[in-house]
């Protein structure tokens, strides 16, 4: 294994959890939760983060007047 090799799979790493991290906000924004917030948290989490949204239950949403 060279150099090109790990720098080639550490792209494809950051490029999966990136994936990961955008899979994850729309997950929490179709549980009423911050999409944005979800994204970050989920950047060095990763699918620990993905896990807490399964578990977690959806939000009410709250209703404008």
Do not use: C, H
Not at 2 to 12: A, E, H
Not at 29 to 54: C, D, E, H, Y
């Amino acid at each position: 294994m060279n150099g090109s090799d790990i720098v080639s799979q550490g792209g494809q790493y950051a490029l999966g959890l990136g994936t990961l991290a955008l899979l994850n906000a729309g997950l929490a924004q179709s549980k009423n939760r911050s999409g944005l917030l979800w994204f970050f948290i989920s950047l060095p989490l990763g699918p620990i983060a993905t896990f807490l949204l399964v578990v977690l239950e959806k939000q009410p949403e709250i209703e404008q007047q």
